[in-house]
C-alpha cells in the first residue's frame, strides 16, 4: 500500500513538472516573440561591430539554447514522443520565422545569419540534451548494478 501511495506521490510530480515545463515554454517564446519583433528603440542595441563577428549573433545562439531543453523537459522525451516532436518542429519553425517576420516591422530588418546563428543554439540545445540524457542513462544503469550486487 506505501508503494501505490509513493507511486502516485511520484507521479502526480511528474505531472506538476511537464505542466510547468510548458508554461515556461509559453513564456520562453512569448520572450523571444517580444525581443525579435519589437522595434530596435524599445531594446538596448547589441550590434556592436567586432571585426567580422557581432555580439548579437552570440546573443542569438544563447537565446535559442534553452528551447529544446524546456521543450524536453516539457514532453517527458519517453512517454510523449509525439509531444516532443510537436516542440522541436515548433522550435525550428520559430528560429526561421522570427527572423523572417522581421522584414514586417518597422525598424527591423531580415538578416540571413541571424536565422543561422538560431539554428546553431537550437542544435547546440541538442547536443546538451543528448549528453545529459547518456549521462544520466549511465548513471541509472551503475546505481541499478550497485543495488542489484548487494
Known sequence: ???LV??????????TMKMLYRVLFVIYVTILLWLSLSTPTGIVKFA?????FRLDYTLHVVGFIPMPIISYLASGHR????????FMVLTFLLSFALEYV?????GRRF????????????????VAIYFAHRHIKKFSRETEEKISSK
Open 1 to 3: 500500500m506505501h508503494l
Open 6 to 15: 509513493e507511486s502516485k506521490r511520484n507521479n502526480l510530480y511528474i505531472c
Open 48 to 52: 556592436q561591430d567586432f571585426s567580422i
Open 79 to 86: 512517454e510523449h514522443r509525439a509531444l516532443w516532436h510537436f
Open 102 to 106: 522581421q522584414m514586417l516591422v518597422p
Open 111 to 126: 538578416n540571413p545569419l541571424d536565422m543561422l546563428f538560431n539554428v546553431i543554439g537550437v542544435m547546440v540545445g541538442l
